[in-house]
């Protein structure tokens, strides 16, 4: 079973539309982490958020806003009135205890937005 | 300015070759990791460490190698065993303990 799983494998919207990207997370572990991070075009990725696993408040950040569910394990997040540079790879990722004090991230597969002038 | 540099961007190689990827970090971070990335997939851990001179195999440690003789220096070596080397080769460095890591640019190998 995959531990971190983004069901929407593409999306298209139409500028200024507001679209949410699923995660949905899988851990035995009461301490953990959880990451969006956006991947343009020219490869690298950019981290946007973190989230520990006490803090369900949700966030926002301009355009951008997080939703973390415990109960349902999902961590989504949606673009409000997204714009044409929102176009890009976005993974959902998961960080958990690997043993002396270490932490090791699962990423999920992506999900590809595209947005059309 | 502060960050990860990752080089070349790309590489080309002739199958049966050794390659070592370049990856150096000036963030004063004590953990580097590399990634490796697939067409439409997801990142899959290759190798990490967390302090200097000790390094942890990941999920698909299998062909590659790594050395950490310097905290700003985590270079990863391709080797002639990895049976599909072609891949987008992704390093990080992050402050430990759950923290959030940040990625460099990344080197697009090509192995013919």
């Known amino acids: 079973a995959q531990k971190v799983t983004q069901a929407q494998t593409e999306i298209s919207v139409v500028e200024k539309e507001d679209v949410t990207l699923d995660c949905v997370y899988e851990?035995?572990?009461?301490?953990?982490?959880l990451f969006w991070y956006k991947q343009p075009p020219s490869g690298e990725l950019v981290f946007l958020i973190r989230?520990?696993?006490?803090?369900?408040q949700n966030e926002i950040s301009g355009r951008y806003s997080w939703n973390f569910q415990k109960s349902t394990s999902s961590f989504n997040f949606t673009i409000t009135a997204s714009q044409v540079v929102d176009s890009a790879v976005y993974f959902c990722?998961?960080?958990?205890?690997?043993?002396?004090?270490?932490?090791?991230?699962?990423f999920g597969k992506g999900t590809k937005l595209s947005v059309i002038p | 300015d502060g960050g990860i540099t990752q080089s070349p961007k790309y590489l080309f190689r002739k199958e049966g070759q050794n390659v070592t990827l370049s990856c150096e970090q000036n963030?004063?971070?004590?953990?580097m990791y590399w990634y490796r990335q697939d067409p439409g997939q997801g990142l899959r851990l290759i190798y990490y460490?967390?302090?200097?001179?000790?390094?942890q195999k990941g999920d698909i440690a299998e062909g590659y190698s790594v050395s950490r003789e310097k905290k700003e220096s985590f270079p990863l070596t391709v080797t002639s065993a990895q049976k599909n080397p072609t891949a987008f080769y992704l390093c990080?460095?992050?402050?430990?303990?759950?923290?959030?890591?940040?990625f460099g640019p990344g080197t697009r190998l090509t192995v013919t």
């Open positions: 460490s967390q302090i200097v001179n000790d390094f």
């Open positions: 989230r520990n696993s006490f803090d369900e």
């Open positions: 851990t035995r572990d009461t301490t953990y982490y």
């Open positions: 990722a998961l960080s958990e205890p690997s043993g002396a004090g270490s932490y090791q991230l699962t």
């Open positions: 963030l004063n971070h004590d953990a």
């Open positions: 990080a460095s992050s402050p430990g303990g759950g923290g959030e890591q940040y």
